[in-house]
T-cell receptor, first 113, second 116 residues
Framework: KQEVTQIPAALSVPEGENLVLNCSFTDSAIYNLQWFRQDPGKGLTSLLLIQSSQREQTSGRLNASLDKSSGRSTLYIAASQPGDSATYLCAVGLYSSASKIIFGSGTRLSIRP | DAGVIQSPRHEVTEMGQEVTLRCKPISGHDYLFWYRQTMMRGLELLIYFNNNVPIDDSGMPEDRFSAKMPNASFSTLKIQPSEPRDSAVYFC??????????????FGPGTRLTVL
């Protein structure tokens, strides 16, 4: 059974710092991996999607990497801003069951001005 | 497009009452998903549809939960009878593809359900 873990559960850093959020998964047979952002009281917004054959994806100040063999992904945020404060969820698309996504519990990020 | 639309945004009901949550997916999306989010269990997939047909309902917690998709633009999630442990935020999401590969899922704003 696929399990997705995100550590730490919460992170607070000063504005301007570069930071890394971590995600690990137990079964390397995945179709893809996504990073979502969730603001309080809102739905989820997809930030980056990495295909199983890819190693990384970049969008603006965000860079996500994928290492299937070790079951790890990282989300790198450069030059953090207060507007980056949100919960970031990692989600793995299952190879064995089309369309299913298993979510991690998220990292609640707070950027201090 | 207005995105995925869910109603109501908030629902407060008493234990034993029937609750119906509604979702309108993005036009043209073939897949529709219902999720439940709680502090204890995080975000869980309850059921998903492809072209209005339920594909996997293994996440539906028990018989009190049922979901329908009578047409491509409307789905309901019903809880009857409701219990306090059903209190959660329920999200609907849609996808133009299988939700894997190159296509992501687009989430609605959620319905916050409180069962007293």
């Amino acid at each position: 059974k696929q399990e997705v873990t995100q550590i730490p559960a919460a992170l607070s850093v000063p504005e301007g710092e570069n930071l890394v959020l971590n995600c690990s998964f137990t079964d390397s047979a995945i179709y893809n991996l996504q990073w979502f952002r969730q603001d309080p009281g809102k739905g989820l917004t997809s930030l980056l999607l990495i295909q199983s054959s890819q190693r990384e994806q970049t969008s603006g100040r965000l860079n996500a990497s994928l290492d299937k063999s070790s079951g790890r992904s990282t989300l790198y945020i450069a030059a953090s801003q207060p507007g980056d404060s949100a919960t970031y969820l990692c989600a793995v698309g299952l190879y064995s069951s089309a369309s299913k996504i298993i979510f991690g519990s998220g990292t609640r990020l707070s950027i201090r001005p | 497009d207005a995105g995925v639309i869910q109603s109501p945004r908030h629902e407060v009901t008493e234990m034993g009452q029937e609750v119906t949550l509604r979702c309108k997916p993005i036009s043209g999306h073939d897949y529709l998903f219902w999720y439940r989010q709680t502090m204890m269990r995080g975000l869980e997939l309850l059921i998903y549809f492809n072209n209005n047909v339920p594909i996997d309902d293994s996440g539906m917690p028990e018989d009190r939960f049922s979901a329908k998709m009578p047409n491509a633009s409307f789905s309901t999630l019903k809880i009857q009878p409701s219990e306090p442990r059903d209190s959660a935020v329920y999200f609907c999401a849609s996808s133009p593809d299988r939700g894997i590969g190159t296509d992501t899922q687009y989430f609605g704003p959620g319905t916050r359900l409180t069962v007293l």
